[in-house]
């Protein structure tokens, strides 16, 4: 490959790397965009932002905004889990009431409607009962523990 075939060097200012990684982390923004904004080429941008230094920075951002999220969700969970309970109650009278009443094709589309919502609203109390355990936890622990779990539930519903 020729040198004229290989982009020009993007380098910024350092003083201007905080903003520009603002708009590369900004989801109304697309890379091509920033790049324009920057006025440089994308394969310039793109090469500059897998530099060591610059992916090293974008990875712990990526970490500490991951993190952040998960802080989020567990400091709601309380009023998540009162909440799903409640549609979860709400969705079990239903069906308890649709149950009752001469079977229509309309009731029986709502009582199989209320079922997967009800089906989901469980699935995520389950979530939200292992919430931050599987992070804590290497791929085999995983495995194992799901493995327990299936094992106990059959032992127990013998």
Known sequence: MSAHHLPPTFSPNPDHIPEILKDVCNPSLSIQQVADRLQTPIDSLIIWLTRPDIADLLERYECVCARRARLIV???LPRLVDIVQTIVTGVHEEEQRLASEPPTSQ???ARR???SLALNGIRLLTRFAHFGRASKMGAPAMKRAAL???HSNRINTA
């Open 107 to 109: 009731t029986i589309i």
């Open 148 to 150: 327990e779990h299936v």
């Open 74 to 76: 567990a400091n709601l």
């Open 113 to 115: 409607a209320a079922r």
